[in-house]
């Protein structure tokens, strides 16, 4: 475990997150009083971070996952064959 200093974390930044990446924790103090860790990411934690706002969306509840997981997108029937569209879409236009 090492501490930095602000003023120093501020002028190596990149140099602590990759001690705090290859698995060392970093205090960060200011006056002497620890204000902050940098710790690296939890085993179960996504190296995505569009996976890692996925699952704090869903951990929140501001999201559901779905119940059954499906190779594909489902499936959709038409709600209506292409050329009746086209018919109502021409009888639209002809009331304007």
Avoid: C
């Avoid at 002028?11 to 290859?22: F, P, Q």
């Avoid at 960060?28 to 934690?45: I, Y």
């Avoid at 996925?54 to 209506?80: D, F, M, S, Y």
């Amino acid at each position: 475990m090492r501490a930095v200093g602000l003023k120093t974390l501020k002028n190596k930044l990149s140099e602590y997150v990759r001690l705090a990446a290859g698995g060392e924790r970093v205090l960060v103090t200011d006056r002497d009083r620890v204000v902050a860790e940098l710790v690296p990411p939890s085993a179960g934690r996504s190296l995505l971070l569009a996976d890692a706002i996925l699952a704090e969306a869903v951990r929140r509840g501001w999201i559901t996952p779905p119940v059954l997981l499906t190779a594909g997108p489902p499936p959709h029937a038409p709600i209506a064959p292409f050329h009746q569209l086209l018919e109502e879409l021409a009888e639209d236009r002809e009331e304007r």
